[in-house]
């Protein structure tokens, strides 16, 4: 018997058994009992993840053994997948990650990902191949973007640039897991960008803000509450500072992220509010959902409108429950 492995990891089998033939029922018994044990033993374990740097230093993850290559074996401690819809490369520029901060980080695209297919139906049809640069200080991250003909706008902890595919970030020295949180959020970008042509600021940006705080526990998805947003969103609302949400559906992208720049960020706050508010109930995730697919299919219609056909009542019956959303108690949301 010779066992071929092919590029893609699936095991071929080609037995060769001589010309002569089996003369009687236990012979033929043998065979086949070898046979099955040799092709059951002969299967690798697919759980098994190894890390490696190349010649550039960046960090690399797989499931093979390369032959030549110093590769360490990790225990990525988390629920069994067949996730595998993305390519990852994390190139740690000064080298400040711990090998646990590393498994962070794939743990982290892969339920953003994961959350993106299974829970938007967001059908990723193919593999978005995702390059992460990571640096130590915000002067060091600030003098790439510029190399890259890119402004940091105010505030910023991190972006991709859509023109490589990559994203972009600095260590947080005060609270270094806020750094992780921006990572999942530029991936939530990354697949946007991908895959749809256009979706409006809002929309775009408030799931961003709500993968920051995402985890999947025994494989349930989580989402940790986003105070930040919560106090931001919730101020302005009880000072009367907040728009409608008929208004606010209908900001355009450009005058969004002209607000992002100018360094306000109230924006910001409102769309991972309202998309937070979506995400927490039936009807709220089916709207979004067709909101997507509608914005997929090149609809370039403001949300307002959108909303009025889409759900059941309109925005009307949208704007109660927002006004009743914030001024709620901010908890964890089990989705």
Request: aromatic share 12%; with cysteine; glycine share 6%.
């Amino acid at each position: 018997m010779r066992l071929i492995k092919g590029w893609d990891d699936e095991l071929k089998t080609e037995a060769r058994i001589g010309k002569g033939t089996v003369k009687n029922r236990s012979d033929t018994f043998f065979v086949v009992l070898i046979f099955c044990l040799l092709l059951c033993f002969s299967f690798p374990v697919f759980s098994e993840i190894y890390s490696w740097k190349d010649e550039y230093g960046n960090t690399h993850f797989g499931d093979k053994v390369l032959e030549g290559t110093e590769q360490k074996k990790v225990d990525l401690k988390v629920q069994e997948s067949e996730w595998e819809k993305y390519l990852i490369k994390v190139n740690d520029v000064d080298n400040i990650l711990t090998d646990k901060e590393l498994l962070q980080i794939r743990r982290d695209v892969g339920a953003v990902y994961q959350f993106f297919d299974e829970k938007l139906y967001f059908d990723i049809y193919k593999t978005i191949p995702i390059s992460i640069r990571l640096y130590k200080t915000q002067e060091s991250y600030n003098n790439y973007l510029e190399s890259m003909g890119s402004k940091n706008k105010k505030g910023s902890r991190g972006i991709y640039l859509t023109r490589n595919n990559e994203v972009v970030v600095f260590i947080n020295k005060k609270y270094r897991l806020r750094t992780f949180w921006t990572i999942k959020h530029e991936i939530a970008h990354a697949i946007v960008a991908s895959l749809i042509p256009f979706v409006p600021a809002w929309l775009n940006e408030g799931l961003a803000e709500n993968m920051e705080s995402l985890e999947v526990m025994e494989g349930i998805f989580i989402l940790h509450p986003h105070n930040e947003n919560y106090r931001s969103a919730s101020r302005r609302y009880r000072h009367g500072e907040i728009l409608n949400l008929t208004e606010f559906l209908s900001v355009k992208s450009a005058d969004y992220y002209k607000n992002m720049k100018d360094g306000q960020n109230s924006y910001q706050a409102y769309a991972g509010e309202l998309v937070r508010m979506l995400l927490s109930s039936e009807t709220g995730k089916s709207l979004m959902r067709r909101l997507i697919h509608t914005y997929k299919r090149g609809s370039r219609a403001y949300s307002s409108y959108l909303v009025d056909d889409l759900y059941v009542g309109g925005t009307a019956l949208l704007q109660q429950k927002w006004d009743e959303w914030l001024i709620r108690p901010s908890e964890k949301l089990r989705l």
